[in-house]
């Protein structure tokens, strides 16, 4: 039972334009939301996060929204940078439980 | 400042052969994660650790044993390799209500 989900394995956009990276859940407990980016043969480094009592977070370059009706949330890059390209995992949890991530999706950002 | 260390980055394996993953944390964390990324599927949370001597079962614990005898370092181990554990492998850290701070990824392969 996949409780997070990436529906789209890859996404390619030119720089300087827009990144919107999607994901769905369906428990409805989730009430706490992370970004994850990941560089080949690295670790995930933590991005932006946002709670259930919100529906955007804003950090530089970097918007999370949260739609809780939907259960959608999706990461908007602007402007996209090559050094932008990476796999994005976002991950959800419940208040006392652990953290569940998605499958990522592999962000190409071309020059 | 390390931050997450895991020993060692690559290794083989045969089947049925037994090794002990190492992860080492400097910041102090309370909460320590085993994870394993496969493609398509994400990070699955493997065992996990909410303080010095304390260990608990995640998603995908079967086949996995982990300790945590300081508080800085936490062990993952495989009794008897299965081409089914080939992986790479995760380490992360965290304070309570922080988010996680990764390892590197021990990439393993078991023959």
């Known amino acids: 039972d996949q409780q997070v989900k990436q529906n789209s394995p890859s996404l390619s956009v030119q720089e300087g334009r827009i990144s919107i990276l999607n994901c769905d859940y369906t428990?409805?407990?989730?009430?706490?939301f992370l970004w994850y980016k990941k560089y080949p043969a690295e670790g995930p480094t933590f991005l932006i996060s946002?709670?259930?009592?919100?529906d955007k977070n804003e950090d530089g370059r970097f918007t999370v929204f949260l739609n809780k009706s939907a259960k959608h949330l999706s990461l908007h890059i602007v402007p996209s940078q090559p050094g932008d390209s990476a796999v994005y995992f976002c991950?959800?949890?419940?208040?006392?439980?652990?953290?569940?991530f998605g499958e990522g999706t592999q962000l190409t950002v071309n020059p | 400042n390390a931050g997450v260390t895991q020993t060692p980055k690559f290794r083989v394996l045969k089947t049925g052969q037994s090794m002990t993953l190492l992860c080492a944390q400097d910041?102090?964390?309370?909460?320590m994660y085993w994870y394993r990324q496969d493609p398509g599927m994400g990070l699955r949370l493997i065992h996990y650790?909410?303080?010095?001597?304390?260990?608990a079962k995640g998603e995908v614990p079967d086949g996995y044993n982990v300790s945590r005898l300081k508080k800085q370092n936490f062990l993952l181990g495989l009794e008897s390799a299965a081409p089914s554990q080939t992986s790479v492998y995760f380490c992360?850290?965290?304070?309570?209500?922080?988010?996680?701070?990764f390892g590197d990824g021990t990439r393993l392969s078991i023959l």
């Open positions: 992360a850290s965290s304070y309570v209500t922080q988010p996680q701070h």
């Open positions: 428990n409805s407990m989730f009430d706490y």
């Open positions: 946002i709670s259930s009592i919100k």
């Open positions: 991950a959800a949890k419940a208040s006392g439980s652990r953290l569940t």
């Open positions: 910041m102090n964390h309370e909460y």
């Open positions: 650790s909410v303080g010095e001597g304390t260990t």
